[in-house]
């Protein structure tokens, strides 16, 4: 992605409303990304400050985070030292993906103590690191690097901070060789000068370099004028998703025919493009326990189904047993003992005759006898073999609503989850603690949304959620909304009377939170909460319900996001 030296040039400049604000709140989400948020023009800002080896990145972020109960030791060491600060400065190294924060604070016996926090937005090597600038020590870094691990470049508090290595190659706000004009005349192809750029200019990547080759051919009659046009709309972005095999986001302005988006800021933006990767991946790494326990039910309950299957199949031939003991009865006078075989007409096929094999250690009565219980005991295990298919059927079902339940879950959704695969015997509880208070966990809240004319609507967005929702929360007047047939989310509309307008946006809330949302046309099916019942002994999440009516809908994130913000 091209989160580049030119788009960091362009976040740099958007930051800048930050300078003068006094840092409030610190906190740490998640590993590798911390969030700081800066007081400045009379508005919080939360700055997102990321190390995450595939999503790194400097952005003011307006996504809800949920902070850990226990601090990490970093994010004490930026409270103990940022909190209270006041943000003088916000820079660039060059144009590489390096973002300079420059911090006034004051120490213990009040005198002044400039800091820099350092975002390195390197991929894998990407770190946010805090240093003391009068004695040039890091403080602390968000991931320590050792010797061991990077010999020219150790990451450690207390050790002296060197800047990332300089690339050989230029900058291209401060080149005054103007070393594109030679490119242009040797390689007037574009798509190779877009590649001799790449390799020329420091921080720009492959798609802002063919962008930037492009605006030189335009300019063909000046290219110096095309080419700091170009960089001069660092300044003043037009913050934009471009289409194409591999989607990717910019800070220039595209042709119509390729943009998808456009966005007021880049750290909107940035929100957009990576809110459902970055969560997606948080998802994967928090709640791979519980992924790996389901997989492992789903993998163990669909092999016992096949061979549930399979023996069910194999009791179509109770049917041939009883026929074969009804002729061996009627045709008892013409079997003699010690009689391995014996061919008889079948009154029930028009005669036809039919091989019936004998043990020469029975009777003909016996032998009889033999293949009624064989019958028997095959019409005994249908009734067995279908019961217990419908409930392996039923835990399967069940198992993946919480496979999909957790495709679309957010990370503080996980908890949830886990409690009820706790519940469930799918995964054993914690042991409490003997002495001291143990920390009761509670189901988190569902989502809440507002429609168009301002009327309340809830998602729940797991199984806990969805029973309490439906069961214990709503009103029986009020309406409950599902996706037919497929895993998703309970919706109630809080309202007993809603408008047309209210039902399609609930609508599409529900179509939106279940597994068919990618899909171009959902069934939902609504009804009144009082219609709604849940049988006995049935999993968390399970109901039935009747007299309902069905939309067709095109889930569209764009509408979830308005109704959100209501």
Avoid at 515 to 532: G, L
Wanted: proline residues 6%; glycine residues 4%; hydrophobic residues 35%.
């Amino acid at each position: 992605m091209p989160f580049d030296g030119l788009f960091t040039h362009a976040m740099v400049h958007e930051l800048q409303k930050l300078v003068s604000g006094r840092v409030g709140r610190i906190s740490q989400p998640f590993p590798n990304e911390v969030i700081i948020t800066i007081r400045a023009q009379r508005h919080n800002f939360p700055l997102l400050l990321s190390a995450h080896p595939n999503y790194a990145r400097i952005q003011i972020s307006d996504m809800p985070y949920k902070n850990p109960p226990v601090p990490t030791n970093f994010t004490m060491t930026l409270r103990k030292y940022l909190e209270g600060a006041k943000l003088i400065k916000v820079e660039q190294l060059e144009n590489d993906r390096v973002v300079y924060l420059s911090f006034e604070t004051r120490n213990e016996l009040g005198d002044r103590m400039p800091l820099l926090l350092s975002i390195e937005i390197m991929g894998r090597y990407s770190n946010v690191i805090l240093i003391n600038q009068t004695k040039n020590l890091i403080i602390d870094t968000i991931k320590h690097i050792g010797p061991d691990q990077n010999r020219f470049r150790t990451l450690l508090p207390g050790v002296p901070y060197n800047k990332p290595p300089k690339q050989k190659r230029l900058d291209p706000f401060t080149d005054d060789s103007k070393r594109y004009l030679k490119l242009i005349e040797e390689y007037p192809n574009r798509e190779v000068l877009a590649d001799e750029l790449s390799k020329t200019y420091q921080g720009v990547a492959r798609e802002h370099a063919i962008h930037l080759a492009e605006c030189l051919h335009q300019h063909a009659q000046d290219p110096v004028a095309g080419w700091h046009q170009v960089l001069s709309k660092t300044a003043a972005p037009v913050p934009s998703i471009v289409v194409g095999k591999r989607p990717f986001f910019t800070c220039f302005a595209y042709p119509v025919k390729k943009t998808k988006q456009t966005f007021s800021t880049l750290s909107e933006l940035l929100d957009t493009f990576y809110r459902d990767k970055a969560t997606s991946d948080r998802v994967q790494q928090q709640g791979s326990q519980l992924i790996h326990v389901i997989k492992n039910n789903l993998h163990k309950n669909r092999k016992k189904l096949k061979k549930l299957q399979k023996e069910l199949n194999s009791t179509a031939k109770a049917d041939q047993y009883r026929v074969k003991g009804e002729l061996l009865t009627t045709y008892l006078f013409q079997i003699k003992r010690g009689m391995t075989t014996i061919e008889l007409p079948n009154y029930y096929a028009d005669g036809k005759m039919v091989k019936i094999a004998l043990s020469n250690q029975l009777t003909p009565s016996q032998n009889a006898q033999k293949y009624f219980k064989k019958y028997q005991k095959l019409k005994n295990a249908v009734s067995f073999l279908e019961q217990q298919i419908e409930l392996t059927q039923s835990e399967i079902n069940y198992l993946e609503e919480l496979q999909a339940q957790i495709e679309l879950a957010d990370p503080q959704d996980l908890p949830d989850i886990k409690i009820e695969l706790q519940q469930q015997g799918y995964l054993k509880a914690q042991k409490q603690k003997k002495h001291g208070k143990v920390r009761k966990e509670k189901v988190s809240q569902p989502a809440i949304y507002f429609s168009s004319d301002n009327t309340k609507i809830a998602v729940g967005k797991n199984n806990l959620q969805n029973d309490r929702l439906t069961l214990k929360t709503a009103r029986k007047d009020y309406i409950w909304l599902h996706a037919k047939n497929i895993p998703g989310s309970h919706v109630i509309i809080y309202s007993n009377e809603p408008s047309e307008q209210t039902l399609l946006e609930a609508a599409n809330l529900a179509a939106y939170f279940s597994k068919s949302r990618d899909s171009a046309s959902v069934p939902v099916d609504y009804v009144q909460v009082k219609r709604i019942r849940k049988p006995n002994g049935a999993k968390p999440g399970f109901v039935i319900y009747e007299g309902q009516k069905t939309l067709f809908v095109t889930p569209q994130r764009e509408l979830i996001d308005s109704l959100k913000k209501g």
